[in-house]
């Protein structure tokens, strides 16, 4: 680009011609264009080489005269930090220590967690989407009061979602495909046994996500996924994560989730059926 830079000043000639970033082509006049008229070779008529030629641009290089265009910055931190507040916003709330009907500012919570309100304020937004808290004007993010008439009517809505789709799948899927599950039914058992109902929560999402991929409709697996998450968060009455004590709530529904994915992997329809509907009636 230097040398096309001096040619064109050399010569007088500009070395850019319009926007097709390629240089004018040299006039074919006077001598060249007499021995031209002589018949000589179309090659014997060249720029002498004293005479210098302008390089050809490349789309895409900048020119001296440019200016080179600023890169964006990049939103990857900021999107992690996110992500990272709603998931710890997630867990607070199925522990209970986000307690039902308190109001909580982005300002403090964002104090609590050591960052700006900002990641705080958005992952609030997402979970009043979600219908964990609502917005409370001036003020902050209202946890919502939920009772067990809400969580019955929650258990009623996935049963009638995931219920029927099991069932098919039980008739469809072969038994080592249930199998590959096994771990995922394990994971919940180990979670049960800590007593940290946070830890079991995310455990027995992804293994009622991964049973319910096998019918291969994402909508209908993204829709029961937030139906279960919402059926996970607290009553009013907040529930910490016990170091010991009583937690034989939790052992039982992973009890269930072993129990299912043998009568499934052995192709037991009725027992499927029968553990299926006590799974949600319990829930």
Known sequence: MKQGAQGSAGTGNPSVSGDSGMPRVPSQGGAAGAERGRGLPRAASVTPASVPVAVPVA??????SEQPIPRPRPVVQR??????????LRTALVTGELVP?????????????????TP???????????????????RGFRVVERGARELGQLAEVRALIEVPVMLRLARTVPGER???????????????????????????RTFHRALLS?????????????????AQW?????TTCPSGGDHADLVADAAEHTALLDALIAGELDV?????????AGA
């Open 214 to 230: 096998l019918c291969g409709n994402e909508q209908l697996v993204q829709i029961a996924d937030d139906l279960h998450r919402r």
């Open 178 to 204: 249930w199998a590959e599950l096994r771990p995922l039914a394990e994971a919940t058992v180990r979670a049960a046994a800590t007593g940290c109902r946070a830890t079991y929560a995310e455990s027995d």
């Open 120 to 138: 705080v304020r958005e992952a609030m937004q997402q979970l009043a989407l979600e219908g964990a808290v609502e917005v409370v004007p001036n």
């Open 272 to 280: 499927v059926r029968s553990l299926v509907g006590e799974h949600f």
């Open 234 to 238: 607290p009553l009013v009455t907040p």
């Open 59 to 64: 789309r895409g290089e900048h020119t001296h």
């Open 79 to 88: 999107a992690s930090v996110r992500g990272q507040i709603l998931d710890a």
């Open 101 to 117: 009907g308190v109001v909580y500012s982005a300002p403090a919570l964002g104090e609590r967690f050591g960052v700006s309100a």
